[in-house]
């Protein structure tokens, strides 16, 4: 009969793999499933919140919605296109990429976005609370640095 203090002491119970092994093969289940997404038709929403991704791939569509909350994402890809709301709170993005387009709300809450490129295209909302951006401009000097935002400035979610 084996005795629990038999298991702890003699580790009969070993993981076989390790953290780090763990974390590289759900980064690249993670990479397989965007890469399923867009073979897909890109449809529907792409939530990648609280993963541990650190990129996606240049020129991505996303026809619905696209949420990176807490991820470890530091860079968006070139030329993205979101059908729905961009979520990136709490990411260590610090910037924007050119020809970025969000059909509704662009989310950066919580993120060290210092600047937005001029060619920002969002169809509704900015918000910024928490943000380099908001402690440093007021709404209007955000509004007139990026005139493709049809909606509101908030700093406040």
């Known amino acids: 009969m084996i005795k629990l203090l038999d298991i702890l002491e003699n580790k009969i119970l070993v993981p076989r793999r390790s953290k780090e092994e763990r974390?590289?093969?759900?980064?690249?289940?993670?990479?397989?499933?965007?890469?399923?997404?867009?073979?897909?038709?890109?449809?529907?929403?792409l939530y990648?919140?609280?993963?541990?991704?650190?990129?996606?791939?240049?020129?991505?569509e996303v026809g619905g919605d696209l949420s990176l909350r807490n991820t470890q994402i530091k860079e968006l890809p070139n030329n993205l296109?979101?059908?729905?709301?961009?979520?990136?709170?709490?990411?260590?993005?610090?910037?924007?990429?050119?020809?970025?387009?969000?059909?509704?709300?662009?989310?950066?809450?919580?993120?060290?976005?210092?600047e937005l490129p001029g060619s920002l295209e969002v169809g509704g909302s900015l918000y910024l609370k928490n943000t380099p951006l908001s402690k440093k401009y007021t709404k209007q000097q955000i509004k007139d640095m990026v005139p493709g935002v049809e909606g509101q400035i908030n700093y406040k979610l």
């Open 23 to 45: 974390q590289k093969k759900y980064q690249i289940a993670l990479q397989k499933n965007i890469q399923q997404y867009i073979k897909d038709g890109s449809k529907g929403d």
């Open 48 to 60: 990648l919140s609280n993963t541990p991704i650190t990129s996606l791939p240049d020129n991505l």
């Open 81 to 114: 296109k979101v059908g729905g709301n961009l979520t990136l709170s709490n990411t260590q993005i610090e910037k924007l990429p050119d020809n970025l387009e969000v059909n509704r709300n662009l989310d950066l809450y919580n993120t060290q976005v210092k």
